[in-house]
């Protein structure tokens, strides 16, 4: 974030990077506008208020507190979640500047390859085929029944593309053609 700036783009439609710095620190900070994120509705203008708020604070100190970390109340989150949140945040600003995939980070491949086992139900609920999640040859997760569209890459590009970043994510579709149209056509994402 902070060697891009304050003004360069993300992934995130509409958001430049101190906005996307300051959706995180509302999201672990600012507890009673959170509900926003997820909920909308009434918490809408909450949201859009510790926002606007939050930006005005500068981009050096809206990394300083991402950096810090989360109130110890997030340790009560599923396993992941933080992890999850982070990564494909990280990446909008990566991707969306130039940068592609990293490499060389097997740890990382492995706790996210967990997420993705953990979490595949969740990221697939809107695709309405069958699809195996795969990574170095085995299956990551498989939902739904035929016809089957097979989503191959590693966990960190599958992740991208399983939360609507399908134009960033360097994965490889293959499988039925109807089932591989089908997943390319669904709602990814929150």
């Known amino acids: 974030m902070l060697e891009v700036g304050p003004d360069a783009p993300t992934l995130c439609d509409g958001w430049n990077v101190i906005d996307l710095a300051a959706h995180l620190v509302v999201r672990e900070h600012d507890v009673w506008a959170a509900p926003g994120i997820v909920v909308g509705g009434p918490f809408r203008s909450l949201l859009e208020q510790a926002m ?3 930006r005005t604070q500068g981009l050096e100190r809206l990394v300083e507190l991402i950096r810090d970390g989360a ?3 997030y340790e009560l989150l599923p396993a992941g979640a933080q992890l999850s949140e982070y990564f494909i945040h990280h990446e909008d600003v990566r ?3 130039g940068r592609g995939p990293r490499t060389g980070l097997a740890d990382l491949d492995e706790a996210l390859a967990r997420l993705i086992r953990a979490a595949g139900a969740r990221l697939l609920s809107r695709v309405e085929t069958g699809v195996d999640v795969v990574w170095n040859g085995g299956v990551l997760y498989r939902h739904g029944s035929d016809p089957r569209a097979v989503l191959s ?3 960190g590009e599958l992740l991208l593309y399983l ?3 399908g134009r960033a994510a360097e994965v490889e ?3 039925e ?5 089908a997943l390319e ?3 990814l994402g929150v």
């Open 52 to 54: 606007k708020r939050r």
């Open 71 to 73: 109130p110890r109340i």
């Open 95 to 97: 991707r969306a500047n």
């Open 153 to 155: 890459g590693r966990p």
């Open 163 to 165: 939360t609507g970043r």
């Open 173 to 175: 579709l293959s499988g």
């Open 177 to 181: 053609p109807a089932a591989v149209a």
């Open 185 to 187: 056509t669904a709602r």
